[in-house]
């Protein structure tokens, strides 16, 4: 039977509450559909730097989990968005500041 999918507009609304709730500044950048759109979190670490993050389909525990696609300078993670974001027109992208880099993507439910 296939996973149940939430709709991205609801899963972009919750994660961004749990980031608040733990008082990491995060914001949307680029809103993409509300039913079925791909999702980016950009963690933009405040010295030039940042990460990229993506949902991928692990086929070995035959479950979406969320990967560190790129770390790298910052314009260098943005250009990264604006080609991803020219070929899916669908795509969201949230921007979070921390210094620490956390994300929160590792913790159970965000998968």
């Known amino acids: 039977m296939p996973e149940a999918r939430l709709a991205a507009g609801i899963w972009v609304a919750a994660y961004l509450r749990r980031l608040s709730l733990a008082d990491i500044p995060a914001y949307v950048t680029r809103h993409g ?3 079925a759109g791909a999702v980016m979190v950009k963690c933009a670490t ?3 730097r ?3 993050w993506i949902r991928e389909w692990n086929f070995e525990t035959d479950q979406r989990i969320w990967m560190q ?3 790298a300078e910052e314009r260098e993670i943005d250009a ?3 080609r991803n974001a020219a070929r899916d027109p669908d795509l969201w992208v949230i921007e979070i500041e921390s210094r620490s ?3 929160l993507l590792d913790e159970p439910g965000l998968a």
Do not use: F
Request: cysteine-free.
């Open 46 to 48: 405040l010295d030039g």
């Open 33 to 35: 559909d509300d039913t």
């Open 80 to 82: 990264e968005i604006a």
């Open 101 to 103: 880099a956390r994300t």
């Open 69 to 71: 696609l790129n770390e």
């Open 50 to 52: 940042a990460s990229l």
